[in-house]
């Protein structure tokens, strides 16, 4: 990877869900505009297991080959926080802009809404994508 490209951090409490996935889509739809990282203030033994099936199911993403569940320390310095939505218990990380995703947890949910989930999140790194090329974010 290029090192002058900048450095996202997708982060949540737990770092085992919407976070994850996040960062398994940003690696596979944004390489080559920014380098993708996922971290929380607690961490789960396991990444989600309905996560881990979906995104093998729809995008062939083994999340579970590539990623584990890290605290912020985990991570380096880095230049974009996209939060996911996890309200007044969000963790802090220094960066050059921030912004939240407000993501429902789909935890404990149906398929349906797991695939919901992840195709926002899909657009938003899409939408992330477009804006750090254009240069409109920092």
């Given at each position: 990877m290029k090192n002058?490209?900048?450095k996202v951090a997708f982060i949540c409490v737990h770092?085992?869900?919407r976070s994850q996935i996040a960062e398994a889509l940003g690696k596979s739809l944004a390489s080559d505009v920014f380098e993708s990282y996922s971290a929380g203030t607690e961490t789960k033994p396991?990444?989600?297991?309905?996560?881990?099936?979906?995104?093998?199911e729809k995008f062939n993403i083994d999340m579970e080959k590539t990623q584990y569940s890290k605290l912020l320390?985990?991570?380096p310095n880095v230049d974009i926080v996209i939060t996911m939505g996890c309200n007044?218990?969000?963790?802090?990380l220094p960066c050059k802009h921030r912004e939240d995703w407000g993501l429902e947890d789909p935890t404990g949910?149906?398929?349906e809404d797991f695939i919901l989930t992840i195709n926002k999140i899909k657009q938003n790194i899409?939408?992330?994508?477009?804006?750090?090329?254009?240069?409109?974010l920092m």
């Open positions: 002058n490209m900048p770092n085992s869900c396991q990444i989600n297991q309905d996560a881990v099936r979906i995104m093998k320390s985990d991570i007044v218990n969000c963790p802090f949910k149906s398929d899409l939408d992330l994508k477009e804006r750090i090329k254009e240069n409109t």
